[in-house]
């Protein structure tokens, strides 16, 4: 399901940090049943995946994503070691008008990892930027297209800042994180999941009949 090798021999980047992008790291026959079987969000956020619920093809690539095959061409592209690193792994669907702001991640993240799930992308917006610095987002090395079957991996440092210009509606991602140990995990999970139930209130609430 995972193009390992296209992972494997792209060229990791290393200014203005270690990053790398692999269009089609999913394609063909899979990446049509994946993107059939995307759970359907309604709320914007990122949603741990205990809090949706996708189809088999789904399933199946988030157990490829956690898998010890990925984990090691990861560490091997990053130079690390992840033996016993947990993971975190959530999903995106809808965007507003505040996301993407210029951020870097936190330090309890060691590898972030993305992987864009748009069987299309028209709008000019929601392009992932590599920045150079915090202030600026058209200061850029790279604008990656959240295409279907792209991945964009990077090494979290304190200078990894990145982001993307403002797009409302339908953008679908999976994101998962390598994580600094199991408390670091606790605590994410916690705050993504009381995240994510407020954000599906406030989206009933605001779309009920006045």
């Known amino acids: 399901m995972l193009e390992l090798d296209l992972f494997r021999h792209e ?7 270690p990053y790398l992008v692999v269009p089609g790291f999913v394609q063909g026959e899979a990446l049509a049943a994946v993107l059939q079987d995307f759970p359907e969000i309604q709320h914007p956020g990122s949603i741990p995946i205990s809090e949706v619920t996708g189809g088999e093809a789904y399933q199946a690539l988030l157990k490829a994503l956690q898998g010890d095959d990925f984990r090691a061409v990861v560490a091997e592209k990053f130079g690390l070691s992840l033996d016993g690193f947990p993971t975190l ?24 990892v993305l992987l864009y799930l748009n069987e299309s992308w028209e ?8 920045l150079r610095d915090g202030e600026d987002i058209e200061n850029f090395v790279e604008e990656v ?10 090494k ?7 982001g ?9 991602s999976i994101q998962m994180n390598y994580l600094v140990g199991d408390a670091a995990k606790g605590k994410h999970q916690f705050f993504h999941g009381l995240s994510a139930k407020l954000k599906k209130t406030f989206a009933r609430s605001s779309s009920a009949p006045a």
Not at 11 to 17: D, I, N, S, V
Not at 100 to 105: L, Q
Not at 164 to 172: A, D, S, T
């Open 156 to 162: 979290v440092t304190d200078n990894c800042w990145h």
């Open 123 to 130: 709008a000019e917006g929601g392009h992932l930027r590599v």
């Open 164 to 172: 993307h210009k403002p797009v409302v509606g339908k953008r679908l």
């Open 145 to 154: 297209p959240p295409s279907a079957g792209t991945l964009m991996a990077f």
């Open 11 to 17: 060229r990791l980047r290393t200014e203005p940090y």
């Open 89 to 112: 792994t959530t999903v995106r669907g809808v965007m507003r008008e505040k996301d993407g702001r210029i951020h870097t991640d936190s330090k309890t993240k060691v590898v972030t």
